[in-house]
C-alpha cells in the first residue's frame, strides 16, 4: 500500500471505526449492571459478546466483497428478497443513528462528570449542549474527518496505557488475610443464565459493525478492489481493536474489583482511577473518551442526514421524493442540513427523555441495529444459497441465529421492545410513502 493511500486507509478506518470503540465506554457497565453489579460473570458475558460480533462481522466481510459501491446490508435485502423489505434495514438504522447521537452525547457528558463530580447537577444541559455543538461541528462538512480520526487514536493510546498500568495496580479492596483474591476466577463463576440476561445490554458494543461496508462508498476515487481492501482491512482491525479492550477492561474490572459507579461516575472512569490514579493521567483518559465519544455522534449525524437525502431524492420524474423536500438540500459545505437538525431533533427529545442519562439511554438501544444484522445475514445467506456456496451460507445462518437470540432475549424488556416498534413503524412509513409514488427504483443506489 503506498504512502498516500496508507495515510488515506489510516484516516478511512479510524474515523469509521470511532463508534463500535466508543461503544466500550458504556457496553461494559451495562452488562455489569443488568450483572446487578456482581462481577463473576462480566468476563463470560462480555467475551460472548465478542464472539457474536465476529460472526456478524463474517457476514459483512462478504457483504463488502459483493457490494464493494457500499450499503451492503440494504443492498443484501434488495438482492434477496426484493425491493419492499429494503425498509426493514433503513428504518432500524435511522433510529440506531439517531439513538447514537443521543447516548454518545450523554455518555460524553457522563466521561466530564466522572472527572468533575459537581457537573452532576447540570447533567442534562450538558449533553443537550454537546449535542448541539457536535451537530454545528458536522455542518461545517468533512473537514472533521482527521479530527476524529486522531480522537479514536488517541482514545487507543491512553487506553493500553491504562490496561497496562491497571495489570500492576492493585484492587480497590484488599484481600483479608490468608484469603481468596479479590476479584476471584475470571471465568469459572460464571453463570449461564446470568450471562444470557446480560447479553443484550452488552451487544451495545455491537454497533457500527456495519460502518465499513457502508462507508466505503465515501472512497470513490478508489476502484472496486481497493474500496474492498480497505473495508475489509478496516472491519477486522475494528473487531480487534474493540474486542481487545472490552476483553482487557472487563478484565482489569473484575481484577481491580471496581464496584458500580455511583451516579457522578462511570465504570470506565473508575477502572482508570484505580489503574492510573488521579491528576493528569486520568484527566487526559477522560478527556479523549469524551472526544471520541462526540466522534462517533458526528458520524452518526453525517450517516443519519445522508440517509434521509437519499430518501428525500427518490422519486420519479417530476415527483417529490419519500421525505420532504428540504430534507435534500446541502449547505455550502456539502451537508444535508436538514437531515442534520432532524437527527438533532430527536436525539435532543430522547436525551431530555433520559435525563441525560446514557444508562438509561443503552436500555434503547442496539435493538433497532441487530433487526438490520437480521435482515442483512438472512439476505446475505440467500444469496449464498442461490449461489451454492454451502459453508458461507451456514456461517451467515449461524450469525442470523445469534442475532435472533440476542433480538428475542431484547424483547423480554418494554424499553426494547418499544425501540424495535420504532423502527417497524419508520419502515412502514417510508415503505407506505415508497408505493404511494409509484415504487421508484434506486432505493439502494
Known sequence: MRFGRLHLFVAFSFTVMADPVSSVAYAIEAALRALDGDPASLVATMALVVGIVVVIAATYHQLIGRFPSGAGGPKAVATAFGDDWVFLPLGALLVDFTLTVAVSCSAGAAAAIAYVPGLESVRLPIALALAVLVAAGVLLGHRGRIGFAIATQGFLLMAAAVIVAGLFADPA?????????VGGPLLADASLAAVLMALPLGMALATGVEAPSDAIAQLPQLGDRAR????????????????????????????????LPGADSTLLAEIARQSVGGGAPLATFQALSALLLLAAAASSYLAGSGVLKALAA??????????????RRENRFL???????AVLLVAAAMIVGAGGKEQELVHFYAVSVFASFLAATL???????????RAAMLLNLLGAALVAL????????????????????VALYLWSAWVARGRPDGIIA
Open 228 to 259: 474492498r481492501l480497505f473495508g475489509r482491512l478496516t472491519l477486522w482491525l475494528m473487531v480487534a481493536i474493540v474486542g481487545g479492550l472490552t476483553l482487557c477492561f472487563a478484565v482489569l474490572a473484575v481484577r481491580l474489583d471496581v464496584p
Open 379 to 389: 439476505g446475505c445467506a440467500r444469496i449464498c444459497h442461490r449461489e451454492g456456496s
Open 335 to 341: 451537508v444535508a442540513h436538514w437531515g442534520v437538525f
Open 173 to 181: 479492596t484488599a484481600p483479608a488475610a490468608g484469603g481468596e483474591p
Open 406 to 425: 440476542v433480538l428475542a432475549l431484547n424483547l423480554t424488556r418494554l424499553d426494547s421492545a418499544i425501540a424495535l416498534l420504532a423502527s417497524g413503524l
Open 314 to 327: 427518490l422519486a420519479h420524474e417530476g415527483e417529490r421524493g419519500l421525505l420532504p423536500e428540504p430534507l
